[in-house]
């Protein structure tokens, strides 16, 4: 099937413009300059490469630590947020459970509609003991650089968070990335030092930044200032919770466009009302703002990736185009996904078109509608 979508567009080099998108079996076949009024569909909003959630705990009642089969109860429902492609996070667990939850991602991922499933993110279980946050520090386990390359099955673990001053931490992120899975420095206590020779060693990549690390600090800047500070790229959590908004634009003003990721850290309240919701085997209490354990520690968020667009305009001052890229481009650059993040011929036609108020209007992933806001 052949149609075109015509409106202002986010064009690859950051510009906004009219132009005329073709797609052919879902893929991006043309962009021409101008808006064709003869086009299937004309967008009076913005027209953006569909946002990419490297982190997604679960979603709408789901929690992917719990049951992976519900990747794709998510996976169709995402694109209300946007979300064209995500990556479901698995946290600290039981190998046991790793096993059943790895077992039915790739099951749900064959079944998913909308959203597509990129694989797994493995946050844990090689996290420092200090620095669990809503892990359960029970299952933490020391670093088995035999047993890393057993399971961490390319195909389907896209990405797997760990502490890099670890012992055998530096081996292992070798062997990791040398299988071609992202390593990301996360939940750690790792001094400046040590974390730049995880980057040396092949992270590519840095869990919520500021979140459950090393605080940045004058004398020992930690993980928190070798990020800042290095081409590492690194998620953020901007939900004005997470990372009060003066760290979110400190990040902003050292990363740059390139070097940030949104993502939402979703959990299973994630769209749903406040209430007792479940992370891990954990509970967790969800108010109109957060998600917290009993003790009151942050346990992931609510945020969806729209909203994180909205506030990181709000946050920085940022403009438009460069907050949705944070959330489209680099994401895909980050992952090494050539054929998203950019509205250009040969690229997957996963595209959110989003009214004046950014609010999303349109969903499409490979060239498919997959969600419209009622009128």
Not at 39 to 64: E, K, L
Not at 99 to 126: C, D, K, N, T
Not at 315 to 325: D, E, I, K, V
Request: proline share 5%.
């Amino acid at each position: 099937m052949t149609f075109a979508l015509a409106g202002p567009t986010l064009h690859p080099d950051g510009t906004i413009a009219d132009a005329t998108i073709v797609v052919e079996a879902g893929t991006i076949a043309e962009v021409t300059p101008g808006r064709d009024r003869r086009a299937a569909f004309v967008a009076t909003g913005i027209i953006a490469p569909g946002f990419i959630d490297m982190q997604v705990n679960g979603a709408y009642g789901f929690d992917f630590t719990t049951d992976g089969r519900t990747v794709a109860d998510v996976a169709a429902r995402l694109p209300e947020t946007g979300v064209t492609a995500f990556v479901p996070t698995v946290i600290t667990s039981p190998w046991e459970t790793y096993a059943g939850r790895l077992r039915e991602i790739r099951e749900g991922r064959q079944a998913a509609a909308g959203a597509e499933v990129l694989g797994v993110h493995l946050e844990g279980p090689y996290l420092s003991p200090r620095r669990p946050g809503a892990h359960n520090p029970a299952h933490l386990r020391p670093i088995d650089v035999a047993e890393i390359v057993r399971w961490a099955d390319p195909s389907l673990v896209r990405i797997v968070t760990l502490a890099p001053e670890l012992p055998a931490a530096l081996d292992a992120i070798r062997a990791l990335a040398a299988q071609g899975i992202l390593v990301s420095a996360g939940h750690s206590e790792a001094s400046f030092a040590q974390a730049l020779s995880g980057f040396a060693a092949g992270i590519g990549w840095g869990t919520h930044l500021y979140n459950t690390m090393t605080a940045l600090g004058h004398r020992e800047p930690g993980l928190a200032g070798a990020l800042l500070t290095s081409s590492v790229p690194c998620g953020l959590i901007a939900d004005g919770v997470h990372c009060h908004p003066a760290m979110v634009r400190l990040a902003y003003r050292a990363k740059g466009g390139e070097g940030l990721t949104l993502v939402t850290d979703a959990v299973a309240a994630m769209g749903m009302p406040a209430g007792r919701y479940i992370l891990g085997g954990r509970g967790v209490i969800v108010d109109a703002a957060t998600s917290r354990l009993a003790d009151g520690r942050l346990a992931g968020s609510t945020l969806t990736m729209d909203q994180a667009v909205r506030n990181i305009i709000e946050f920085t001052g940022c403009s438009l185009a460069q907050a949705l890229m944070l959330a489209s481009t680099t994401p895909a650059r980050v992952l090494g996904l050539a054929c998203k993040g950019r509205i250009a011929a040969g690229c997957d036609a996963d595209l959110v078109v989003l009214d004046d108020a950014l609010r999303v209007a349109q969903t499409w992933v490979g060239g498919k509608l997959v969600f419209e806001e009622a009128e």
